[in-house]
């Protein structure tokens, strides 16, 4: 299985931070979030790897070059613009092939085994989606889970993680280039229950501010 790390956002609640490093390049307990990832899908057993960016995106590739440093190959999607999360996968389709895929967002930082998605079957589904518990800036939720299954409705919400297994038909109707979310994709097929889930227990931050940054710093950095 082939894996994306999604890094094409400007960051714009984490400026002036991001004002001249890009999200992922921010440093958490000695390396950067990016690396993070990288080190934790290579003890899983991923190989290959696809990075989209936009923002300052000549500073991952010089940061992180062809892969072969942290044990895998890289390659990267450039986008003029951010095309968002759904865009942004369709426009590295070409590298992640016709089989299922993982995306991680470049953003947050997680302890999660990505092993346990590396031969998920996703048998009559179209997705696959890490949920954790909620966080405090995000107490309502994402999305309902019931024995295995995303629901519409009928219990209480728990958070998308930004860690997902997707298969490429889910982008069939994107065009290549075009701007698209994730969401709607993910409430249409939800509605034909085609989405499962698991709620991982890890530890799990959105790093989405530079307070939520200083506070892992610091858990990272007793």
């Not at 400007?10 to 004002?19: F, V």
């Not at 390396?31 to 990288?38: F, Y």
């Not at 942004?88 to 070409?94: H, N, S």
């Not at 959105?206 to 950095?221: F, I, K, S, W, Y």
């Amino acid at each position: 299985m082939k894996a994306m790390i999604l890094a094409a956002g400007r960051g714009e609640r984490m400026r002036p931070l991001t004002d001249h490093t890009p999200k992922p390049l921010l440093a958490v307990g000695g390396k950067p979030l990016i690396v993070w990832h990288l080190e934790r899908l290579v003890g899983a057993g991923f190989r290959d790897i696809v990075i989209n960016h936009a923002h300052l995106g000549d500073k991952i590739e010089a940061a992180l070059g062809d892969g072969s440093q942290f044990g895998v190959r890289i390659q990267y999607s450039a986008e003029a613009e951010a095309l968002e999360t759904a865009g942004g996968i369709v426009q590295a389709l070409p590298w992640l092939g016709d089989a299922p895929f993982l995306v991680v967002n470049g953003d947050i930082y997680c302890d999660f085994d990505f092993g346990r998605l590396l031969e998920l079957p996703l048998i009559g589904v179209m997705a696959h989606l890490v949920l954790v518990d909620n966080p405090p800036q995000h107490l309502q939720g994402d999305f309902v889970l019931q024995s295995g299954r995303l629901v519409s409705a009928g219990g209480p919400r728990l958070t998308f993680s930004g860690i997902g297994v997707y298969r490429p038909e889910l982008f069939a109707g994107i065009i290549p280039g075009s701007r698209a979310k994730l969401a709607p994709l993910l409430r249409a097929e939800i509605e034909l229950e085609r989405v499962s889930a698991e709620h991982a227990q890890c530890h799990w931050v959105d790093v989405g501010t530079p307070e939520r940054l200083q506070a892992l710093n610091q858990q990272l950095n007793p």
